[in-house]
């Protein structure tokens, strides 16, 4: 999948031309300006990528492309689009005006307070909606829609959700249906592509079995992301995954043989702060 955006494509945020990041959960592409207010959010609100300058896996490029080309900001500006919206004098955010206050105020408003979502029916028990979608979800991940998944997470479907009846949660479905862009967008909402079923089986070896190698090999990927940054910062390598490797402890006891990378790993650790904030 390219990197390269077609003209047509422009700022979700603003309307401005030639966006150059993505945002990762939203689904949408953004300009600059529009970024630099998104990252003041936090990664929990908005997960930011250079569309050119960063390393992007090619099936997660393809999700957010899939969900900005079919309309995904719909999702975030749901009731901008109703007439009653521009009577009542509500607008988004235009490439001419400034960022603080303006494009700040209604990127705060569309991502970190949803007052643009479209909200169900109020219910008295909050608990049971959140069930009710996380189990529309479950059902939905089979299939390539992607719109639909993202605006049930939007609602409140859990990624993680644990079907009661069905003994699975949404990723081992999607594993098992080879829908490797759900996959993506359910890991990019928290989905753990450890966790066992009522089987005792992860969506990995579901991918694995249903012949799906590129979505067993992303899973892998994305359990092991973080250990692989560490290991790839304090040894310059990464394990290998495909024989089984998933770890690479390194060596830190003094030695006169320690190796050069070694060594500068141990270096790396001791300059490393003791207490982590």
Known sequence: ??????????CADCSGPDPSWASVNRGTFICDECCSVHRSLGRHISQVRHLKHTPWPP???QMVETLYNNGAN???EHSLLDPASIMSGRRKANPQDKVHPNKAEFIRAKYQMLAFVHRLPCRDDDSV?????????HSSVRTGNLETCL??????????????????????????A??????????????????????????????RQGGHHELAERLVEIQYELTDRLAFYLCGRKPDHKNGQHFIIPQMADSLDLSELAKAAKKKLQSVSISVS
């Open 178 to 207: 080879g829908q490797i862009l759900q996959a993506e967008l359910l890991a990019v909402y928290g989905a753990d592509p450890g966790t066992q079923d009522s089987s005792g089986k992860t969506p990995v070896d579901y991918a």
């Open 1 to 10: 999948m390219s990197k390269r955006l077609r003209s047509s494509e422009v």
């Open 74 to 76: 719909s999702i975030w």
């Open 151 to 176: 605006r049930l997470l939007s609602l409140g479907a859990q990624a993680n959700f644990f079907h009661p009846e069905k003994g699975n949660t949404p990723l081992h479905v999607a594993s098992k």
């Open 59 to 61: 099936t997660l490029l």
């Open 129 to 137: 909606t959140a069930k009710d979608l996380s189990k529309q979800l």
